[in-house]
Structure formats: structure tokens, C-alpha cells
């Protein structure tokens, strides 16, 4: 079989999504459940560490890994959207299988996320994300602009950039025109 196009990644941070939560919730392979508040208690129960949300700062570091992760192993990256309780990604790696991708993204933005909370001296959180993932395979060029729009455009507001403010370079002024 071909490679596709693209993949569609989606996973969510560790804690966000349990099963049994209130909005439905996926059970291996891909099915779809309904709520079921005595499944997610118990899932609550067995967490080891508090729930994650990004925050704006983790946010970055997640887009700015799969970016350089993606430049590093020759992939194509067309978007990225790290929001408070999932990461969105449309990638074309050509040769690679999706679960491949995603475990190296994931696997990647931990160690970042780890080095930054050691950098604040802040307790460095092990799990930042739920096992597994949303994995769809782009295979047309429709589908490929479709997953981009909605992981641009319906995301809500991109992560706010860094806007850096480099000082500039002391430029001697003109000497004066003498008058005649």
C-alpha cells in the first residue's frame, strides 16, 4: 500500500479525557462510547499525577518540538495546534507508520516539557499524555487542505508567539551637509 498523503494526529493530555467522561470517550480499536461516570471515576482513581493542561509557555514548546522534529527527520509538517488538553498535527512522513510519528512527538515534547520544568525547579510531571491517539490518513489532497483548515482555523486562537525585540545596532548618524 502506499504511503499517504499525510496523517491527521490528534492526542490528548494526561487526565483530560478519561473513560467514561461526560462528552463520550473512544474504547479500543475506535469505538465509540457513551458516558459512564462509575468507569471514569475509576480511571481518576488509578491516575498517578495530577491532570495536565498547557499552559501558553508548554504550549510553545510542544509546536516549537514537533516543528524541529519534523525538520530533523525530513517530514513535512503542515500544522500544528498544541491547545490546553490535546495537540493537533498534520504531517507527511513518508515510510513511517502513524503510531511511529505520534509516539516520537509525544515522546519528544516530554523530554522538552521535562527540561523546562527542571529549568523553573518546578516537580517535573513523567505523564503528559494519554496512551495513544486519533491516527487518520490523509489521502487525498482534499482531505489533506480539510485537516489543515480545521487545525488552523477551528482550533480557537493560535498559541501566542514570542515576539522578540532585538535592540537595534547603533548606526552612527550622518555627518552634516555643509552649507555653501
Known amino acids: 500500500m502506499d504511503d499517504p498523503l499525510a496523517y491527521l494526529l ?20 475506535g469505538q465509540f ?7 471514569e471515576e ?21 509546536e516549537d518540538t514537533i516543528a524541529a522534529h519534523c525538520g530533523i527527520r525530513g517530514w513535512r509538517l503542515h500544522a500544528v495546534s498544541a491547545r490546553t488538553e490535546h495537540v493537533h498535527v498534520v504531517v507527511t ?13 509525544k515522546a519528544w ?8 520544568q527542571r ?25 489533506l487542505a480539510a485537516a489543515i483548515l480545521y487545525v488552523r482555523e477551528a482550533q480557537g486562537e493560535p498559541t501566542p508567539r514570542l515576539t522578540i525585540h532585538k535592540p537595534e545596532a ?8 555643509k552649507e555653501s
Open 93 to 105: 512522513a513518508h515510510g513511517r507508520k502513524p503510531d511511529d510519528v505520534m509516539d516520537q512527538f
Open 119 to 143: 529549568s523553573r525547579l518546578a516537580a517535573v510531571q513523567r505523564n503528559w499524555w494519554t496512551q495513544g491517539g486519533s491516527k487518520r490518513y490523509l489521502n487525498d489532497s482534499d482531505s
Open 42 to 62: 475509576a480511571a481518576r482513581k488509578r491516575m498517578t499525577e495530577p491532570a495536565v493542561t498547557l499552559d501558553i509557555d508548554q504550549r510553545r514548546i510542544v
Open 33 to 39: 462510547r457513551v458516558p459512564d461516570k462509575e468507569r
Open 170 to 177: 547603533h548606526k552612527p548618524e550622518a555627518p552634516a551637509k
Open 10 to 29: 490528534t492526542w490528548t493530555t494526561y487526565g483530560s479525557w478519561m473513560p467514561g467522561d461526560a462528552r463520550g470517550w473512544v474504547e479500543k480499536p
Open 109 to 116: 515534547c516530554t523530554r522538552k516539557l521535562g527540561e523546562h
